[in-house]
């Protein structure tokens, strides 16, 4: 049975591509249509048809979290849904996770430990995290046969990755298009200069097997190779800065950065954009790139016919508050949402999120290979 049909009238639609006046039709849970309507739209259908207005207000498609931390491990499910829905409180409507694969575990055992997630509120994908010295061709072709799509390698020495057998396991990752992830742990004992090296010998070997890899960099890293399909950059702090400089600058050049919205920072005393051009760069880099590098666009991260109807409601007169110096600085100024959607239905409104928990769905049909930034 199909959901009623909402329209969002008058409302300013932001997205990566720009920033305009429009309606959104969503249907079931999809984007319908995105314009501004003029003349009434003939209707073929008996169903109710429900209007909402947005007036004075930004429409953003949701952010996209990513897997800094496991909240797979979580047992407790009050402990669980504060976690996820504080995400959606801060603007998130899907999130990738971290499963961590012990070699003892058969693939059920896998599963399993991503139970909790039934319960979760938003939609969600997994990345399959593995020590280098698991990183064999048996069980590489074993996760890609279970679906997965994004492996995490943890390293902690420069050796490992020379001891990595890519000659046996790069095939299998090239024919799945699997997004390779290099982790090196905050505990690890390691200088600034030896993880910089570590980040350079990790790139030329993805580079060299066409596998694309994201890896976490300054911004003097990320300009080595900025335009290089396999190579992608997350960024945080004021590397998250110069990257949003870079992307108003060059509009029309790629840039294989992301960031996670919560760990951006910008110095608005050297701006000169205009509020709704900042938010526009923040849903690029935060959301629609994001989406890319996961493999979800274009399903997430954008406003466009046939997306997922995940959407974020922010009141312009508070957009940029700027009532404190610290947070002009730290960009903590940032208003939470004032309404957040998923899927094309209510999660967050009026301060207050749905009683219904465990309409997030699992996404592990992504596609990490198929746009470039």
């Known amino acids: 049975m199909a959901m009623n049909e909402l329209v969002i009238r008058n409302g300013t639609v932001v997205t990566a591509s720009g920033i305009v006046e429009a309606d959104i039709w969503i249907e079931d849970g999809k984007i319908k249509r995105v314009a501004k309507e003029l003349l009434r739209v003939y209707r073929d259908t008996d169903q109710p048809l429900e209007e909402w207005d947005a007036s004075g207000m930004y429409i953003l498609p949701g952010f996209l979290a990513l897997p800094d931390k496991s909240y797979a491990k979580i047992r407790s499910l009050e402990e669980y849904l504060h976690a996820v829905r504080s995400l959606a409180a801060n603007g998130y409507t899907c999130m990738a996770d971290v499963l961590h694969v012990d070699p003892w575990k058969k693939s059920d055992q896998w599963r399993y430990q991503a139970a909790i997630h039934f319960n979760n509120v938003i939609d969600y994908t997994m990345v399959v995290e593995v020590s280098a010295s698991q ?89 080595e190779s900025f335009d290089d399909f396999y190579h992608v950059y997350q960024v945080k702090g004021m590397t998250a800065d110069h990257a949003l400089r870079f992307l108003a600058e060059h509009p029309f050049r790629s840039l294989s950065v992301m960031a996670s919205l919560d760990s951006v920072q910008v110095d608005l005393r050297r701006t000169k954009w205009l509020d709704a051009e900042l938010l526009r760069l923040l849903v690029k880099l935060c959301s629609t790139n994001t989406a890319k590098a996961l493999g979800l666009y274009p399903r997430k991260g954008c406003i466009i016919p046939g997306a997922d109807a995940d959407l974020l409601f922010v009141k312009k007169e508070q957009w940029l508050t700027k009532f404190d110096l610290y947070t002009i600085l730290n960009f903590s100024e940032i208003r939470l949402p004032t309404s957040v959607m998923s899927n094309g239905k209510w999660i967050f409104a009026e301060q207050q999120f749905a009683a219904t928990i465990g309409m997030g769905r699992c996404h592990l049909d992504i596609k990490p290979y198929n746009f470039v930034m």
């Open 135 to 223: 990183m064999a061709r048996g069980l590489v072709r074993q996760l890609c046969l279970e679906g997965y799509r994004s492996i995490r390698v943890t390293v902690r020495k420069q050796e490992e990755i020379n001891r990595l057998e890519w000659e046996t396991f790069s095939p299998i990752l090239t024919s799945y298009r699997v997004l390779l992830t290099l982790h090196i742990p905050d505990d690890s004992a390691i200088s600034r200069e030896e993880k910089r090296n570590m980040h350079r010998q990790w790139l030329r070997r993805c580079r060299f097997w066409q596998i694309r890899t994201w890896v976490k960099a300054d911004w003097a890293q990320a300009l």
